[in-house]
């Protein structure tokens, strides 16, 4: 079973997934939710049709000192109707602070375009989102 890892954003949504044994992350889409989340809920549906998920990791964009930022409570919201839909899955979420600076430091190392960057940047951000969590998990079991 794979996990899928979102990045919530006001324009863009990015996701990212594991492959099957769990090991690696790929940059899967940026979806644009022009101010809907019927729209992604749909693309959701599509990709959990097309793989094997069980596990879908949200990033909560905290304040740098931890506190719920204005950004993560509508963030809350989106993950409430996560956890309806599709309440026989498992929904995690993760503090994603800083993952969108690291997403911008990767474009700017691998020089991409800077018209390219905003519809990636939201995808790179979900690998992290899931590669943070995977990390998370690692370090669970090793203790």
Do not use: W
Not at 2 to 8: A, C, E, V
Not at 18 to 36: C, F, K, P, W, Y
Not at 115 to 142: C, G, P
């Amino acid at each position: 079973m794979r996990i899928l890892g979102i990045d919530y954003g006001e324009a863009r949504v990015g996701v990212a997934i594991t492959d099957a044994l769990n090991i690696t992350v790929q940059g899967l889409e940026t979806i644009q939710r022009n101010h809907s989340d019927k729209i992604v809920l749909r693309r959701l549906d599509e990709i959990l049709a097309e793989y094997e998920v069980d596990t879908i990791v949200v990033g909560l964009p905290l304040n740098m000192n931890g506190t719920i930022s204005e950004r993560a409570e509508i963030t809350q919201k989106f993950i409430h109707k996560l956890k309806c839909k599709y309440n026989k899955m498992k929904i995690e979420v993760i503090d994603e602070r800083l993952t969108t600076v690291a997403a911008h430091k990767t474009m700017n190392f691998l020089d991409v375009n800077k018209h390219k960057k905003r519809n990636i940047v939201d995808t790179i951000s979900a690998v992290y989102i899931l590669e943070t969590y995977l990390n998370k998990l690692k370090n669970t079991l090793q203790k």
